[in-house]
């Protein structure tokens, strides 16, 4: 069985290179849906900015960290930027206190 605890886990050590703190905790992962049966898991997600240089290398690094999860045989990883992604409101507060937002 595949869980949303494996998920975060897998995705922690995935981290911006320009900003050096992990996808998760700047609130970049928005969502995800597994499916069981065909032990899938869809990863909805944003980058920091549209133009982000680095999203290919990004959305290949969270495809490639969800690829090793034990029973995960297919991943998908959708991009989006409904909402726009706002530091303030979506990374956590370890995250804020590092991007210096008070």
Known sequence: MISFKQIG???QPVFDPEIHISIVDLGLVYGAQIDQENESVKVTMSLTTP???YGPMLLASVHGALAKV???KDVDVDLTFSPAWDP???ASEEAKDQLGLY
């Open 9 to 11: 886990l897998a995705l």
């Open 88 to 90: 303030r409101v979506m």
């Open 51 to 53: 133009a982000c240089p």
């Open 70 to 72: 034990s029973g995960i």
